[in-house]
């Protein structure tokens, strides 16, 4: 879900205007689960640029603020969520911890970084979703850990209904800056892409809601 369309437009932009996210209808990418895509989204960039990396770690902090109230723990996911994570704790003043994509294999086998403790309030912070999977894993990785997880906050989201199910089916209500449909609206209002390159953009998203 949206925090609020101007957010999502604003970001959309930021995205496009540092090539965090690029759309090359013509010349398709390859994932790395070797699906050809007209879009690459690497929210990662935004580390580089002093301005947006603060918008961003602002408006999740208002997201949490006002969706959350004021949790006690603030997670991200490894790796993209964990610098983005960081600074919206710093930000609230909360303690922060990370979890990988599973346990370690060797020192204390750890999945979750960062002390945690049974029946902290945490908020999962994310930079990318498109299945979902990764992102949930996280989350029900803290669950096991004892702590009620309150809801994630993301930069950016395919809208997958698989996505869409997943989050719904674990509980855990999804805020996102900006998200698939937004970025190609604002890209079509800049001139960054023509009204052919929408087509094939939105017979992409069509795709791979069916896988």
Known sequence: MLFNKE?????????????????????????????????YCDNRVTLSFPEIRSYIKEKFAEIIRVKAGLP???????????????MVADILG??????????????????????????QQAVVVEDLVSTGKSSLDAVEALKEAGCRVMGMVAIFTYNLPVSEKG?????????????????????????????????????????LANR
Not at 9 to 22: D, H, N, R
Not at 72 to 85: E, M, N, R
Not at 94 to 116: C, M, T, W
């Open 7 to 39: 957010t999502a437009l604003t970001t959309a932009e930021y995205l496009l205007q540092i090539k965090a996210v690029k759309l090359s209808p013509k010349e398709l990418f390859t994932w790395a689960s070797g699906i050809k895509s007209p879009i």
């Open 94 to 119: 909360l303690p922060f911890a990370y979890v990988r994509s599973g346990r370690k294999d060797h020192g204390l086998a750890n999945q979750i970084e960062g002390k945690v403790e049974a029946g």
């Open 72 to 86: 006690d723990l603030v997670a991200g996911v490894a790796t993209g969520g964990i610098p983005q994570g960081a």
């Open 167 to 207: 989050f719904a089916a674990a509980g855990c209500p999804l805020y996102t800056l900006t998200d698939y449909d937004t970025l190609v609206e604002k890209a079509l209002a800049i001139q960054y892409i023509t009204k052919d390159d929408l087509q094939v953009l939105t017979e992409f998203k069509a795709s």
